[in-house]
């Protein structure tokens, strides 16, 4: 089993959809956990850190379910410009980042 | 202010070279991080460096080498080259090396022919 794993994807949902990904790890020492974009031929961009009681920023919303060691990130109202993959990455204590492969996502008119 | 900076942006070497990238932090970073990104995967782990000192290492071939200078800027180093390390580079910059938030470079597209 892969450290990180995550829904494969693509997701083709039509603008205003609401759309969620999933992101599983295996190490249940992980800390740390965020949520990246990554636009074609580009670097990882920042989107969210994930917080134990989970976390908004406009239309995304961020949950970790340690007991199932998962996160979540769900995207509301979904936007041509929200087009991209997106990367979760795990770290644990001492420990490396650790990235999923990434769901891409598009957006369509 | 500006950002993480790499640099080239793009190479092309041939097999069996050897190839030398670098990497500028946010300013205030004292920890770089170098990834591989192949294709259709997420960035994988090469190496972690903290003020100066290897602080993680992936599993990746003794080919593959790294240093931080004074200043917190990096180098990757790769020697020997083969077709499979055609990939994009990505440096990540966080203040320290633990749980902090990575921001990334834009990469340098390695391209082994």
């Known amino acids: 089993r892969k450290e990180v794993e995550q829904d494969p994807g693509p997701f083709n949902v039509p603008e205003g959809a609401t759309v969620a990904f999933n992101c599983t790890y295996s190490n249940s020492a992980s800390q740390s956990f965020f949520w990246y974009r990554q636009d074609c031929r580009k670097e990882p961009k920042l989107l969210m850190s994930v917080y134990s009681s989970g976390n908004e920023d406009g239309r995304f919303t961020a949950q970790l379910n340690r007991a199932s060691q998962y996160i979540s990130l769900l995207i509301r109202d979904s936007k041509l410009s929200d087009s991209a993959t997106y990367l979760c990455?795990?770290?644990?204590?001492?420990?490396?980042?650790?990235f999923g492969p990434g769901t891409r996502l598009s957006v369509l008119p | 202010d500006a950002g993480v900076t790499q640099s080239p942006t793009h190479l092309i070497k041939t097999r069996g070279q050897h190839v030398t990238l670098r990497c500028s932090p946010i300013?205030?970073?004292?920890?770089v991080s170098w990834y591989q990104q192949v294709l259709g995967q997420g960035p994988q782990f090469i190496f972690q460096y903290y003020e100066k000192e290897e602080r993680g290492r992936g599993n990746f071939p003794d080919r593959f080498s790294a240093r931080q200078f004074p200043n917190y800027s990096s180098e990757l180093n790769v020697n020997a080259l083969l077709l499979g390390d055609s990939a994009l580079y990505l440096c990540?910059?966080?203040?320290?090396?633990?749980?902090?938030?990575?921001?990334f470079g834009p990469g340098t597209r390695l391209t082994v022919l």
């Open positions: 990455a795990v770290k644990g204590y001492g420990q490396n980042f650790v």
């Open positions: 300013s205030g970073h004292k920890s």
């Open positions: 990540a910059s966080s203040l320290g090396a633990g749980g902090d938030t990575q921001y």
